[in-house]
């Protein structure tokens, strides 16, 4: 599935149920409905899950090119902090090795 299929779908969601928030009382109260804002509404969401797929995309092909991993917090490197980004505790760098490790032998 693409980014772009993937996107429309949680636009679809999403923006369905920011539009039943939004003017759901107006729909269930026979009011007129603000045709533009539900546009709108569907457009947002979309652009909001595209943006989030391609700039994960990005940043995955770009650390996997580095040679540095992808779980690795945002800003951390093994150069700068020993791999351990001192903000979140080795306790959870240890569970970010593990997983990665997992990740490359398909283990659990």
């Given at each position: 599935?693409?980014?772009?299929?993937?996107?429309?779908?949680?636009?679809?969601?999403?923006?369905?149920?920011?539009?039943?928030?939004?003017?759901?009382?107006?729909?269930f109260?026979?009011?007129?409905?603000d045709?533009a804002?539900?546009?709108?509404?569907?457009?947002?969401?979309?652009?909001?899950?595209?943006?989030?797929?391609?700039?994960?995309?990005?940043?995955?092909?770009?650390?996997?090119?580095?040679?540095?991993?992808?779980?690795?917090?945002?800003?951390?490197?093994?150069?700068?902090?020993?791999?351990?980004?001192?903000?979140?505790?080795?306790?959870?760098?240890?569970?970010?090795t593990?997983t990665?490790?997992?990740?490359?032998?398909?283990?659990?």
């Amino acid at each position: 599935m693409y980014d772009h299929d993937r996107s429309l779908i949680v636009a679809v969601l999403v923006g369905t149920l920011l539009n039943l928030i939004n003017q759901g009382d107006a729909l269930f109260a026979g009011r007129t409905i603000d045709w533009a804002k539900v546009l709108l509404t569907f457009v947002v969401a979309y652009c909001v899950a595209t943006y989030g797929a391609v700039s994960y995309r990005l940043r995955h092909e770009r650390d996997l090119a580095s040679g540095r991993h992808f779980l690795r917090p945002h800003g951390s490197s093994p150069g700068r902090s020993g791999g351990n980004d001192s903000r979140v505790g080795p306790h959870l760098s240890f569970a970010r090795t593990r997983t990665a490790s997992s990740l490359r032998h398909g283990t659990q």
